[in-house]
């Protein structure tokens, strides 16, 4: 029985605040995703997805990594 289950491995970067960093092991069987508001934010690992700018951006960043 083979499982081809997949785990995706996520961050939030809002506001500017910090820079993405790439992964030391990069694995086939898991997805790699950014959630960000700065469109200057680019990778080759990381699956970006940009999102509209908020007001509470370190709060929106919160909410995403707890849910």
Known sequence: ?????KIAVYT???GNFDNIK?????????DY??????EKIKSKTWKIILLDKQENSRKLARKL???
């Open 33 to 38: 995703i950014c959630f960000t508001d700065n």
């Open 65 to 67: 990594k707890i849910l």
């Open 1 to 5: 029985m083979s499982t081809s289950n």
């Open 22 to 30: 790439e992964p030391l092991v990069v694995t086939s069987n898991v």
């Open 12 to 14: 939030a970067i809002m």
